[in-house]
């Protein structure tokens, strides 16, 4: 019992898909230590993102919008995510850090299937590294810029990369309790600031996802009626999340497309995947946790055939799922 606890190396929870393995591997150093894990945003579409992630070994990760995890730079080994950057001190953050591409914008709130995903493989790897929650930065933290025609001086703010994750509302979200406190780089005068708006991001209190996160699945009070998977076609809601009400507001009267017909739903084949669940029109309600319990998201419908559960990639209808069972992660889905 004591020997394993000790061993480095133990099997992996998150089910994470090679297929975008990056072929530079094998000609990728091992890294000498791990201090920090760094956030990133791919600021472009999930395709794209991963031919090109794989094909130059710039991550260690990726996590889509759906909450896939896709393996790219084997963990031990250094991958090319930070450019130019520093940390206290130490130069070139790649040869010190695990790096994660998660498929979204940089202040843009991402849908709860991901950001699940990469609470779990964030807290996954925190363990596995022994990093304490300010280990956990984004790209923008350790970032910085060359003197040019602008900044005379090397200065931090040459990324606003990841910058969403340096939030309270977003860090809630990734059950992350801390973050850097200040910057120990511009403090001992190596890097100056070269994005005000930034430093208030990352150590002030300009937190512009409060509003997209109100409903934080860690509230008690909240009782899931968020839906956080906007398709792409729909319109941001402009306003919080409607809190709970006995009188649900109609659903504003979208125009039906004339020429789909409505699948028979209880012929079809049960939903497979993430995406068939999209697909189909579905949508992440919430997800189980301490104080988040399945019947809190779904109220009666628990248990309904029409509600799914998904769990490392597994889809399980409601009315196969034994309660016992229902574990926290675990993504409630539900029709629209
Ligand atoms: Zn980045």
Known sequence: MLVSALLPTRAFAIEASDRYRSPRNPERRIRSSTELIVLHTTEAAEHGSLVKLCDRGEAHYCVTEAGKVYRIVDRDREAFHAGRSMWCGKEDVDKFSIGIECVGNHDKAMPAAQIAAIRTLVKELQSMYRLSDDKVVCHSHVAYGAPNKWHKKKHRGRKRCGMLFAMPSVRAQLGLKTRPAYDAD?????????????????????????????????????????????????????????????????????????????????????????????????????????DMTASKIAGSKWNSPDTYYTIRNKVIPGSKIDPSHIEKGMCVWMRK
């Open 186 to 290: 511009v403090r001992a005068k190596r890097l100056v600031v070269g994005d005000d708006y930034l430093k208030k991001v990352l150590y002030g209190n300009v937190d512009t996802m409060r509003a997209a996160y109100a409903s934080a699945p860690a509230a008690p009070k909240d009782t899931g009626l968020f839906s956080w998977f906007r398709r792409k076609e729909e319109k941001p809601a402009a306003a919080a999340p409607q809190p709970a009400a006995a009188a649900k507001p109609k659903p504003s009267p979208a125009p039906k497309p004339a020429s789909a017909p409505k699948p028979a739903l209880s012929a079809a084949a049960p939903p497979g995947s993430v995406k068939e669940l999209v697909a189909r029109g579905y949508v992440m309600k919430g997800t189980v946790s301490k």
